[in-house]
């Protein structure tokens, strides 16, 4: 099992800094038993001066506000004061390159109504600077993604993510690095735990907003394609669309930017090397670590 604390660890807790390993939280939850609960992931990097900086660290905090509304779930926290709080828990573990796991959860309740107070936690542990440099081989999957008339598709809630898990477990039982998948009508949306985009000559596609999470990393690729004239068509696509693109890539917070090698076994019409896909993968890599030299300008050396 995956080691995410030791007995030093700091989290914030209800509104006190706590040993990670001394930490309790009520069994009767109703989070627990129904997977009422929203998080969110972040990432803070050691950047190119040295210093720790949380990437979109109030998108991120707005975004768990937002989603804590869309489940009736009290929010009483503001988005600098939790800043303020997460850096602190860098700093009280000595992390640079982390990930950062907010989660705002209730409190012992059996029933389905609503609760007069949250409760929340923030945990942080070590992550390596760089992931996804290595191309990953992707299948559709077999389960579609949450109907948005039955969930609040747009929050990141907690409950959702069982979706996810059935996903991912089914495609790395199949043998493949990750799933692809379809929204109730079969037109894709994204991964398990990513958006999606895909390159055909020279332009990017990507699901519209609607059936799946608004991502902070999706949003931050439009921006840098702007930036680097990168033509950008938000629609409406299936996986016909995918096969034999000229390349593909996944986008979230912990995967960062990361190329498709396959889907299902069927490989892309460029080396992604030369696609403008690496070229966005090598802008996001520069822009989280504040390396602002080149926008493309390769990363190297930087630790
Ligand atoms: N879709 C899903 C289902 C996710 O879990 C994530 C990760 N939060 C994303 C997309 C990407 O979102 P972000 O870029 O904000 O991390």
Not at 107 to 120: C, Q, R, T, V
Not at 151 to 166: E, M, P, R, T
């Amino acid at each position: 099992m995956a080691s995410y604390y030791d007995n030093n660890t700091v989290i914030y807790h209800n509104g006190a800094f706590v040993k990670a390993a001394d930490a309790k939280m009520d069994l009767y939850s109703q989070s627990l038993h129904y997977g009422y609960s929203v998080f969110e992931g972040i990432r803070s990097y050691r950047t190119a001066d040295g210093e720790t900086k949380i990437f979109k660290v109030k998108e991120h905090y707005d975004r768990l506000q937002a989603s804590a509304a869309a489940l009736n779930l009290p929010y009483t926290w503001n988005t600098q004061e939790l800043t303020d709080i997460t850096y602190e828990v860098l700093n009280r573990n000595g992390l640079g390159d982390a990930y950062i796991r907010p989660v705002i959860y209730a409190p012992a309740n059996m029933s389905f109504n609503p609760n007069a107070e949250s409760l929340i936690v923030i945990e942080a542990w070590e992550m390596a600077p760089f992931l996804g440099e290595k191309l990953l081989r992707v299948t559709v999957s077999s389960f579609q993604r949450p109907n948005p008339k039955g969930f609040k598709i747009h929050a990141k809630a907690a409950g959702h993510y069982v979706n996810s898990i059935l996903a991912s477990q089914e495609a790395k039982g199949k043998g493949y690095d990750e799933a692809l998948l379809l929204d109730m009508n079969d037109k894709i949306a994204e991964a398990p735990g990513a958006n999606v985009f895909f390159e055909k000559a020279g332009v990017l596609y990507t699901p519209a907003l609607g059936n799946i999470l608004p991502g902070i990393t999706r949003a931050t690729v439009l921006e840098l394609c702007d930036e680097l004239n990168i033509r950008v068509v938000e629609g409406q696509f299936t996986q016909q669309d995918l096969y034999g693109a000229d390349a593909a890539f996944f986008c979230g917070t912990a995967a960062e930017v990361v190329g498709f090698q396959s889907l299902d076994d069927v490989g892309f019409a460029m080396p992604w090397e030369e696609t403008q896909s690496r070229l966005v993968q090598i802008a996001y890599k520069n822009l989280v670590v504040e390396n602002k030299t080149e926008l493309v300008n390769e990363i190297t050396g930087i630790e």
